[in-house]
């Protein structure tokens, strides 16, 4: 069974920076994309950014500039450094791998979410 397994939430003041990392385990063959969303209370999950395994990434205008994805493909590991946090930034934030190739078939893998709390 494949998980996503995240880490680095936290309270942070803004202006302030996080790191949140999320790592595979289990058995996987290969994950191509894998990328971050996150839920903010009452307000629909939402991209933050995207890297594919080729190290191409993609993010919400509301983060560019500040944020930066990265992995360690060797890991399936996926990070987001998070730099001048806004109070609006708080949210839950999923780590989500779209297309997971393990022994079991081709799955769509999402983390249990990490809380990011940014106040002001």
């Known amino acids: 069974q494949v998980q996503l397994v995240e880490s680095g939430g936290g309270l942070v003041q803004a202006g302030g920076s996080l790191t949140l990392s999320c790592a595979a385990s289990?058995?996987?063959?290969?994950?191509?994309?894998m990328g971050w969303y996150r839920q903010a209370p009452g307000k629909q999950r939402e991209l933050v950014a995207t890297?594919?395994?080729?190290?191409?990434?993609n993010y919400a205008d509301s983060v560019k500039g500040r944020f930066t994805i990265s992995r360690d493909g060797a890991k399936n590991t996926v990070y987001l450094q998070m730099n001048s946090l806004k109070p609006e930034d708080t949210a839950v934030y999923y780590c989500n791998a779209p297309r997971v190739v393990s022994p079991r078939g081709t799955l769509e893998v999402w983390g249990q979410g990490t809380l990011v709390t940014v106040s002001s």
């Open positions: 289990g058995s996987v063959f290969s994950i191509n994309t």
């Open positions: 890297i594919r395994s080729g190290g191409s990434t």
